[in-house]
């Protein structure tokens, strides 16, 4: 419940897309016609898709900025993050020169209990660390893809597609049945793309890019 309370902007938004396709629908089933050009129309979507994501993520950036309070967290967070690695390599280059001196010293430079003890606890630091920073940047990534998706879904509603570009569409406003259906889709597919920003089309881009060498 407090999902919906805190988001029902989002399912209004999301409400109002299937209205528009279930009010709207006439006709029957007939066969897709798949366009005989899908390599081009491929590089025209992902350059689409990049300059979309790229000026929603700059949209999201300026008008819903991080909070100052978080932002001093992850800074915070991040100095130590690094002191503590800087730390941790002091004690690895101890650690090796004792192991590597341990046979050839009669009193070794370094106690190898005390580096063993002083590494372990700089790991668990650093764990610790590094997921204070993850749990400040979640926080943040779940309201950022939140609205992005609201955002994406109006977009997609007017116009900016993915899957039924490589489709046939009728030219008529009456769609039938599977073009309704998969322009539905089309639209809550393209969404959800947009809600990643450039990083999401990145990962896009990737699983194409991979599906496609391994075929």
């Known amino acids: 419940m407090k999902v ?3 988001y029902w902007w989002l399912f209004l938004i999301f409400l109002a897309t299937t209205l528009v396709f279930i009010l709207g629908y ?5 066969e897709l016609e798949w366009t005989d050009k899908p390599l081009d129309i491929l590089g025209g979507l992902f350059a689409k898709l990049l300059i979309v994501g790229a000026l929603l993520d700059q949209f999201i950036a300026l008008f819903f900025p991080e909070e100052p309070s978080s932002v001093e967290q992850r800074k915070a967070a991040v100095i130590k993050l690094a002191h503590i690695k800087e730390k941790q390599e002091v004690v690895n280059k101890q650690l090796f020169d ?23 606890s700089y790991i668990t630091s650093k764990e610790v660390v590094a997921n204070e920073i993850e ?13 992005a998706f609201g955002l994406g879904l109006i977009l997609a509603i007017t116009g900016i597609t993915t899957l ?6 009728p030219n008529d406003s009456n769609m039938l049945l599977n073009h309704k259906i998969l322009s539905y889709y089309d639209i809550v597919f393209t969404a959800a793309i947009l809600s ?4 999401g089309i990145h990962q896009l881009s990737k699983v194409v890019k991979d599906s496609w060498m391994k075929s």
């Open 164 to 169: 039924t570009d490589f489709i046939i569409m």
């Open 98 to 120: 004792a192991k590597l001196n341990f046979d050839k010293e009669p009193r070794p430079l370094y106690d190898l209990n005390t580096l063993n003890s002083n590494l372990s």
């Open 196 to 199: 990643g920003g450039t990083s």
């Open 26 to 30: 006439k006709g029957v089933m007939p």
């Open 135 to 147: 749990r400040i940047d979640s926080g943040r990534s779940k309201r950022v893809r939140m609205i």
């Open 4 to 6: 919906f309370k805190e």
